[in-house]
T-cell receptor, first 115, second 111 residues
């Protein structure tokens, strides 16, 4: 079982370029999440998808768009990258929200630098 | 919106000393979870607390959920070098799928 897979692991962009971060889970989970991690800021929620076909804004959605392509895949798009979007991005999934054994499973992260 | 604060931001301890991190939410939580992130790694789930006043133990780690379900703590007894990492709490409000993370406490253990 691969769990949660993120691609790419590293990416360097120039200001204004666009890119899509890919995330896929093989655990048949309903809920998926995108977080960004900056030093001293913890993990901040960008967008989440409670189930296939739905997406909602988190704490810091500006400058990002998401697509829940199917139950397995949840992508994050930067339309016009800015230096403030330099961060480590984590995708996570959970199959047990509102049940007794909730937990988030995280991917290994994407380190993104915007020059 | 829901905010989760965590203190301290950093903690350096000598091996064998105890360590505590505290988590406070601006709103009442349905549950709270704790995660550990090793340097260069991703967050890994440790435990979930659901009931008001709940206390759970995992070997040297003790987790508490406040009576008002707005605060929580993680206490490590007799730290070891393997405890090094950043500890995060994450809270979910009632009726929402959103997990909001605290700012984290970075623990360094000096041998």
């Amino acid at each position: 079982n691969a769990g949660v897979t993120q691609t790419p692991k590293f990416q360097v962009l120039k200001t204004g370029q666009s890119m899509t971060l890919q995330c896929a889970q093989d655990m048949n989970h309903n809920s998926m999440y995108w977080y960004r991690q900056d030093p001293g800021m913890g993990l901040r929620l960008i967008y989440y998808s409670a189930s296939e076909g739905t997406t909602d804004k988190g704490e810091v959605p500006n400058g990002y768009n998401v697509s829940r392509l199917n139950k397995r895949e949840f992508s994050l798009r930067l339309e016009s990258a800015a230096p403030s979007q330099t961060s480590v991005y984590f995708c996570a999934s959970s199959g047990q929200i509102f049940r007794t054994a909730e937990k988030l499973f995280f991917g290994s992260g994407t380190q993104l630098s915007v020059l | 919106g829901q905010q989760v604060m965590q203190i301290p931001q950093y903690q350096h301890v000598q091996e064998g000393e105890d360590f505590t991190t505290y988590c406070n939410s601006s709103t009442t939580l349905s549950n709270i979870q704790w995660y550990k992130q090793r340097p260069g790694g991703h967050p890994v789930f440790l435990i979930q607390l659901v009931k008001s006043g709940e206390v759970k133990k995992q070997k040297r780690l003790t987790f508490q959920f406040g009576e008002a379900k707005k605060n929580s703590s993680l206490h490590i007894t007799a730290t070891q070098t393997t405890d090094v990492g950043t500890y995060f709490c994450a809270g979910r409000g009632s009726g929402t799928y959103k997990y909001i993370f605290g700012t984290g406490t970075r623990l360094k253990v000096l041998a």
